[in-house]
């Protein structure tokens, strides 16, 4: 089921392009990743992704942001936004999987860049979030409330920050 945004553009917003997410090699895969060491980490083979999980990211990220805070509209880059001044949006994921310590890990970098490709605003981030019980069903819940908590983050730091690309 997509996810859909109950929020409206206005004209007077400015307007911040979140780019692809990336994804550390490991977990751009299609199954589900869980480390089950401190020193190793398996792809899950029966536990797969509906579709790729940085686009899953994605469309979570933007509906979220959308969601989150009233300062910007939050777009995709498309032929239909083409603003060369819009800020970007870069979101990284270098964790975004179980861990045999009984947790979800979701952690990465975000760097926000003004219209002319200048470095804003970048910060780490960093979630865990308990499993309540053991398996896949849990696993996913609590990736899905670590990623509600990096939405939060960023639509908090988003709304303290002065961008001014409005038409």
């Keep these: 089921?997509?996810?859909?945004?109950?929020?409206?553009?206005?004209?007077?917003?400015?307007?911040?392009?979140?780019?692809?997410?990336?994804?550390?090699?490991?977990?751009?895969s299609k199954g589900i990743v869980y480390q089950t060491s401190s020193t190793e980490a398996v792809v899950a083979h029966q536990h797969l992704w509906v579709e790729s999980i940085s686009t899953q990211l994605f469309n979570r990220l933007l509906v979220g942001l959308r969601?989150?805070?009233?300062?910007?509209?939050?777009?995709?880059?498309?032929?239909?936004?083409?603003?060369p001044e819009a800020a970007t949006l870069l979101v990284s994921f270098q964790q975004f999987n179980g861990n045999y310590q009984g947790y979800a890990e979701v952690a990465g970098e975000w760097s926000l860049l003004d219209g002319q490709g200048e470095?804003?605003?970048?910060?780490?981030?960093?979630?865990?979030?308990?499993?309540v019980t053991n398996g896949y069903n849990a696993l996913v819940k609590a990736l899905s409330t670590a990623t509600d908590r990096l939405i939060a983050e960023l639509s908090r730091e988003l709304s303290g920050l002065v961008i001014d690309n409005a038409p």
């Design 67 to 83: 969601q989150g805070q009233t300062h910007y509209w939050v777009a995709q880059n498309s032929p239909q936004v083409n603003t």
């Design 1 to 28: 089921m997509p996810i859909t945004a109950k929020v409206d553009y206005t004209a007077s917003k400015p307007i911040i392009v979140l780019a692809p997410v990336r994804m550390n090699n490991l977990l751009d």
């Design 119 to 131: 470095l804003l605003k970048s910060q780490p981030f960093s979630f865990k979030e308990s499993l």
